[in-house]
């Protein structure tokens, strides 16, 4: 189970991508060679540990499993009324996968600002970020790796359709740079327990309010 850093996969004897300083873990068998990179905290678990452990995420919240649920991932999320939409797209429980540069893509993408309030949102805005959430993730697969495990090549996470590697993204990493949609400056703050650094556009992801019982607006 690994809280931060990642994992990449290579062949025997292949070169890694990243230099061996920043290496904390090797695992290897006769095909494969598992190393996590900048990894501070890591737990290791057998086999009917796993099966216990209930931060381990079932398939039907993993956006990429072929049994995730849609519609229930909805429910959750609506159920977090009261919680900022950003932080609850990283809560594993909730939906699994999203990462926190898809985090901030799939909320410009949907022109929701990460900071409001998930009660903020009708069913319809949240049916979007899930299929949008979808999308995004199935997109940045290769489409021929099946259930296999594919040597790690350096693939960078892409949003747009540009074919430039330097506009792959819309808002992520992008903080004073211009929307690339209405030129607007891109925000950056972090956001939840923490500390997640979070990219949007104040302009296209406006913040919407909750109307209380009086009518009144509130965030």
Same mark, same amino acid.
């Given at each position: 189970?690994?809280?931060s850093?990642? @994992? ?7 070169? *890694?991508?990243?230099?061996h ?9 006769s095909?494969?060679?598992?190393? !996590? &990179? ?15 452990? &209930? ?10 499993? +072929? ?6 991932? !909805? ?18 429980s ?5 990462g ?7 909320? &410009?993408? /949907? !022109? ?23 999308r ?21 996470r892409?949003? /747009?359709?540009?074919?430039? +590697?330097?506009?792959?993204? @819309? ?18 703050? !972090? ?6 650094? /979070? &990219? *949007? ?8 309010c ?9 965030r």
């Amino acid at each position: 189970m690994l809280m931060s850093g990642s @994992w990449h996969i290579y062949r025997p004897g292949e070169r *890694w991508q990243r230099p061996h300083s920043q290496m904390r873990i090797v695992l290897e068998t006769s095909d494969y060679v598992a190393v !996590a &990179f900048t990894v501070p905290v890591a737990k290791m678990l057998r086999a009917r540990e796993l099966e216990r452990e &209930f931060r381990i995420p079932v398939s039907t919240t993993d956006v990429l499993s +072929p049994d995730f649920d849609a519609a229930e991932a !909805a429910h959750r999320i609506a159920a977090c009324a009261a919680e900022e939409i950003g932080n609850v797209l990283l809560r594993q429980s909730v939906i699994a996968g999203i990462g926190n540069v898809y985090k901030s893509e799939i909320c &410009f993408l /949907t !022109a929701i600002n990460p900071y409001g309030k998930v009660e903020t949102l009708d069913p319809d805005r949240v049916k979007l970020l899930v299929a949008t959430a979808q999308r995004l993730m199935n997109a940045n697969v290769l489409e021929d790796s099946g259930n296999a495990i594919v040597t790690y090549a350096g693939r960078k996470r892409r949003t /747009t359709h540009a074919d430039d +590697p330097g506009e792959n993204l @819309w808002v992520y990493g992008r903080a004073g740079q211009p929307c690339r949609r209405c030129a607007t400056p891109i925000e950056k703050h !972090a956001q939840g327990p923490d500390a997640r650094v /979070t &990219f *949007w556009c104040p302009q296209c992801q406006p913040i919407l309010c909750s109307v209380d019982a009086d009518g009144l607006c509130g965030r």
